[in-house]
């Protein structure tokens, strides 16, 4: 080798070793051409087994659907760690995993599921609305729904039987909240969202938690978008259920500790709600011995509004440059 062959590839070796490392998981698939440019090598990893020893070194992570015990074991061994993206909305996986807060940012999803969930959460409502889920109990029994079909009352006072006119409760009125409103509006309901900070948010009134005394007596559906945190824990007592009308919908597909799942099955039980449409449980999978599998008027849907990110690579990129400039970072907890 020539000397100055050999000060070429002593040159890349230094680049190399100066070099971070971001690891992206390999349980979706990301286009890595779109993270390229950055002083930063690109590794995929495993996300249902330990970090391997030569990646231990990384500085940045991004995770999806990682299984617990690799996400402990990245908080136990990547001392190096100076940030994870999260592709999940609510990352409650990471947070949960012990990794040290004090020198590692942690971004989220928030924003790639937008679509995915508003869209899930118009198919829950129009289901509790038009009442699919009860044709499909028929059909399954070989039976004919007939009072389901023909001629019907339109817009019956008391009744959640259409979106035209609706009145519709978000709870948790951030990003997919955001896209899911106009669609609402579109098909004739009237929104109304709840959030910690209030005032007209893309054209929709959005109030404060103190409001919801008077809100709720009047809802016709209520969706609820809350992250999963202390803050919200329990959110939807038996206490604010109470406040909704006998026809109400509930539409969970924020996080499932935000509701009270046993004052809730109390109300689908006596009636005192119309019904309940969940994507989210304070456990998943929803254990066997839950009597919500047999409550009446419940829709379940297995945490699969989202599940789909849309848009990671510009998230992903977005954050890298701004952490490289020292920038603040979009999503932060
Ligand atoms: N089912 C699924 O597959 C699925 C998929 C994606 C996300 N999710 C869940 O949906 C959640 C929301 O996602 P997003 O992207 O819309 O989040 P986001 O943009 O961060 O919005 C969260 C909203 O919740 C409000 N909020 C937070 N804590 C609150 C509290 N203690 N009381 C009242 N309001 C509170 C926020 O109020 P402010 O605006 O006033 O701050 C904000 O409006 C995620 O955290 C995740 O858990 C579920």
Redesign the pocket.
Known sequence: MSPSQRLKTLSNHLQRALKMKLLYPTSLHIDTKSLEGFSVELHPYDVTLPIPEPLIDAEFLVTWSNKATNLRDAASRMKNLRWIQSL???P?DVLGAGFDASRIAIT?G??L??E??AE?TLGLLLNAARRFYEMRDYQSRGEWPGHLGGAQPDRAPGTFRTLKGANITI????????NLAPVLTALGANVT?????TGV?NGFE?VA?DRLQEILPKTDALVM?????A??NG?LSAERLALLPNHAWVVN???GTSVDEDALLEALEKGSIGGAAL??FSAEPLPKESKLYAAPNLILSP?????RPRGAEALIAYNLRRLLAGQELKNII
Not at 171 to 178: E, R, T, V
Not at 225 to 229: F, T
Not at 303 to 307: I, S, V, Y
């Open positions: 999940a909305a609510g409650n989220t928030s924003g599921h937008d995915t969930v899930h709870w948790g009125f951030g990003n997919i909240a955001k969202g709840v959030a910690r900070s948010r959005v938690e978008i809350l992250p999963g945190s803050s919200t959110a597909v924020g996080r994507d989210v945490h699969a509004a989202g599940g």
